[in-house]
């Protein structure tokens, strides 16, 4: 496909369980983002790979969140021992370099619910 | 402080009128890249237009364009002559250029746009 890719769309878990989020991007794409959106949010930025650099994690918002990405390739976000508040659409963008004038290209994201 | 402030929850606009969405942003970085995402009911965030600080030019793209006053750090989105489609949640994104936050995308809280006919 031309887009980017999420997998799942929607997951629902019980509190206390890990997930792991998936992410396709765009193919030549070096550089890949996790956001979070909250219910009637913005945007809320989770990390950063560029190519072959340390990742910016500073965004991740405690240490149960955690995100790999092997080279240029897909990514997988992982949440461990969930909570309500984890509760949020999920969303990965990938960009063709990590420049500031090149816009993110966003996947459908994935709902996550936590009961 | 907010690096994006939208102001407008919630604009209403009639077909083939044109609408302005108010964006202001900080930060105090020379280098920065201003965008605008366009977000339907069903979800997807789709880019719509680009302006870069050190361009000379308000950035347009079809019906698109985008008021650019630097130094009152504003980045407003003028949509020409609103189509029913055009009804969506709209984003205003910052992202800057240099420093450990280069990457990452500042966003706003949104304006909901209604198109009435």
């Known amino acids: 496909g031309a887009g980017v890719s999420q997998s799942p769309s929607n997951k629902v878990t019980e509190k206390g369980k890990d997930v792991e989020l998936r992410c396709d991007p765009i193919?030549?794409?070096?550089?890949l983002y996790w956001y979070r959106q909250r219910l009637g949010q913005g945007l809320e930025f989770l990390i950063y790979?560029?190519?072959?650099?340390?990742?910016?994690k500073s965004g991740l918002p405690s240490d149960r969140f955690s995100a790999e990405r092997t080279g240029e390739s897909v990514s997988t976000l992982t949440i461990q021992r969930t909570q309500q508040e984890d509760s949020a659409v999920y969303l990965c963008a990938s960009s063709l370099r990590g420049y500031s004038n090149q816009p993110q290209h966003f996947g459908d994201g994935t709902r996550l619910s936590i009961l | 402080a907010q690096k994006i402030t939208q102001t407008q929850p919630g604009m209403f606009v009639q077909e083939k009128e044109a609408v302005t969405l108010d964006c202001t942003y900080d930060?105090?970085?020379?280098?920065?890249?201003l965008f605008w995402y366009k977000q339907p009911s069903s979800g997807e965030m789709i880019f719509l237009i680009y302006q870069g600080s050190y361009d000379q030019q308000n950035a347009t793209e079809g019906r698109y364009s985008l008021n650019f006053q630097k130094a009152r750090k504003s980045a407003n989105l003028v949509i020409s002559a609103s189509q029913l489609g055009d009804s969506a949640m709209y984003f205003c994104?910052?992202?800057?250029?240099?420093?450990?936050?280069?990457?990452?995308?500042?966003f706003g809280r949104g304006t909901q746009l209604t198109v009435w006919p």
């Open positions: 193919s030549g794409h070096t550089a």
């Open positions: 930060t105090s970085d020379p280098s920065y890249g």
């Open positions: 994104a910052m992202r800057e250029g240099r420093g450990s936050t280069l990457g990452r995308l500042y």
């Open positions: 790979f560029q190519g072959n650099s340390a990742p910016d």
